[in-house]
């Protein structure tokens, strides 16, 4: 979707749109969408500069990084953005540039407003470097891949076992 600045009302512009899975080009390794993706937002203008806040919310699928399960999780952002006109690149800006490097400013060509992009923005902002299925995943065994989320796997029995073992063995030739 995209707005057309010199279209617009004096009046802020209250966007509601809903786009369908496949609409946003959210595109993951491990996370795919698995709701359409609600925007709602209020855009003001004024002399081109723009102010853009609201939400966006969705789901995604994804695989947990420890466990390998796959999982859902909602996605909400909250935003409160500014848009300038790209400036022109001269020595002189480049000191505007850094003026606004800490606030959430963001450039378009002063035209169009590209709002896909935006709320495409704002989901990739919302999802974590890592998907883990919960705070405490215990992930797989290193060796055999069982879920320790389900309990222990034969594994750390033997290691006990092979511990106990050398115990026993120590206790045999000390003759204790
Ligand atoms: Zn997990
Ligand atoms: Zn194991």
């Known amino acids: ?9 004096p009046e802020p512009l209250h966007v509601h749109h809903t786009y369908g899975i496949g609409e946003i080009r ?27 806040g609201g ?31 790209q400036p022109e690149w001269t020595s002189e800006n480049a000191e505007i540039e850094l003026r606004y490097e800490d606030m959430e400013v963001g450039y378009y ?3 169009t407003f590209d ?7 704002q989901i990739e902002l919302a999802i974590p470097m890592r998907f883990v299925c919960r705070e405490d995943c215990k992930g797989l ?9 389900e309990g222990t796997c034969q594994c750390k029995a033997e290691e006990v076992d092979s ?6 063995e120590f206790k045999k030739k000390s003759g204790r």
């Open 115 to 121: 709002v896909d992009l935006m709320v495409l923005e």
């Open 55 to 85: 939400t966006v919310e969705t789901a995604i699928r994804c695989t947990c990084s420890r466990c390998a399960r796959d999982f859902t999780r909602d996605v909400s952002a909250t935003f409160d953005l500014s848009y300038l006109p």
């Open 163 to 168: 511990r106990l073992s050398v115990l026993l």
């Open 26 to 52: 959210f595109s993951h390794d491990d996370a795919a969408l698995s709701r359409p993706v609600t925007a709602d937002f209020v855009l003001t203008h004024k002399d081109g500069e723009l102010q853009v």
């Open 141 to 149: 065994c290193y060796k055999c891949g069982a879920d320790l989320n």
């Open 1 to 9: 979707m995209f707005i057309e600045i010199e279209d617009l009302k």
């Open 109 to 111: 060509d002063g035209i």
